[in-house]
């Protein structure tokens, strides 16, 4: 399966640049962020607001795995992700909060609807 | 007992914590739910890394050196299709913009005490949502002088597992039947919602809510900025409702 999809290889050389480009690019933020942190105090409402920034973000970032995926999972029709999420979210507020149940039972029904579709 | 545990850090008391203890919950709360959950997402990043025709050493590389699966993803992806360099940089660049407010809204907590500013530029580096939410759930109850040895501990050994997940999902891909394979990309997702919304703040419930439904309807018009746009947006009004919330209730 995987000889037939890797058409395009670039030499050896190049994805190692290719590489370095994508770590500096990453970094840059990372980086930036360091002197820009310098300043600010846990205590204050800057960094209230920071982190009230950060967890919609994530939440975002995750929701949109979740409904706009890229790769293989957009093959899976959006109501059998949404159903699996909910199932998810139900069983780790009734099962107060464990992760690994929310998880499991979240993962589960995902496995088990694209299963009954697509067979193995 | 983590991994069945309803959160990473039951009932510890923290107060004279030594930085081996430190390390050892660090290292613990690694081995729980992040275990499971990154060798699900890295193996199935291991195997696009294979089918976008990338040797496993950079594939292992890239989990080193990018350290963000959203960016890495985006990196397969650009190499597979012979992206420009030029546009490479830009799209890995966007994708992982959210760095930004993450290092701002966690470094601030691990500066206290610290004699070499340099290190921060390290922490910086290791710094991953999965080790964001962690430490932002477990620093308020930490003593201040060992949050930085459970950081390290916890993103190190996130780290190995994710290379290890990697390696696995190379060697792997097609072994694994589709069904299984496709649910492996939704465990992490599913998994770091369910991380944010174990919170008990309230103007955090209102930006990730916010957030959540923000996200996907901005994605279609702005993929590169709209995540960074989300965060601003919908974490400014879960902070000013909340706002609101408090001076309504008091008054």
């Known amino acids: 399966m995987a000889d037939d999809v890797a058409v395009v290889m670039t030499p050896a050389l190049d994805t190692w640049m290719l590489l370095l480009a994508a770590v500096g690019a990453t970094y840059f933020w990372r980086g930036l962020a360091v002197p820009l942190s310098s300043r600010i ?33 957009a093959a899976t029709p959006l109501h059998d992700r949404i159903i699996a999420v909910g199932i998810g979210l139900a069983a780790f507020f009734v099962g107060r909060r464990n992760l690994l149940l929310g998880v499991g039972a979240g993962t589960s029904a995902f496995i088990l609807l694209t299963f009954t579709q697509w067979g193995f | 007992m983590t991994l069945l545990g309803p959160s990473p850090m039951s009932a510890v008391p923290y107060e004279n914590l030594s930085t081996f203890e430190a390390v050892q919950r660090g290292i613990r709360d690694a081995i729980g739910m992040p275990l499971l959950v990154l060798l699900c997402s890295m193996t199935a990043f291991g195997s696009l890394a294979r089918e976008g025709g990338l040797t496993l050493d950079v594939a292992l590389a890239s989990t080193i050196g990018v350290w963000a699966l959203p960016g890495q993803i985006v990196f397969v992806e ?66 201040a002088d060992r949050r930085r040895s459970y950081f390290l501990a ?15 999902g190379y060697i792997l891909t ?34 990730l809510i916010a957030g959540a ?26 902070f000013i409702v909340n706002r609101w919330l408090t001076t309504w209730r008091s008054s």
């Not at chain 1, 994530?58 to 293989?72: K, Q």
């Open chain 2, 213 to 238: 439904v923000v996200g996907p309807l901005v994605h279609p018009y702005a993929p590169g900025w709209g995540m960074l746009f989300t965060g601003v947006v919908a974490g400014s009004a879960g």
């Open chain 2, 174 to 207: 097609g072994a694994l039947p589709r069904p299984l394979a496709v649910a492996l990309v939704l465990v992490n997702p599913l998994f770091m919602l369910l991380l944010l919304a174990d919170s008990r703040n309230r103007a955090v419930i209102l930006a």
């Open chain 2, 78 to 143: 650009l190499h597979a299709t012979g992206s420009e360099v030029a546009a490479l940089v830009l799209a890995v660049s966007l994708a992982n913009a959210r760095f930004l407010p993450m290092v701002m809204s966690l470094l601030p907590l691990l500066r206290i005490d610290l004699k070499r500013v340099g290190w921060l530029y390290l922490y910086a580096h290791l710094l991953s949502a999965q080790s964001w939410a962690y430490c932002r759930r477990v620093f308020p109850r930490f003593p």
């Open chain 2, 154 to 168: 916890f993103t190190l050994s996130i780290l190995t597992i994710s290379l290890a997940g990697t390696a696995l």
């Open chain 1, 41 to 73: 105090d846990p205590e204050s409402r800057v960094f209230e607001w920071m982190t009230c920034v950060t967890y919609a973000l994530l939440a975002g970032l995750m929701s949109r795995m979740i409904v706009l995926p890229f790769g293989d999972l």
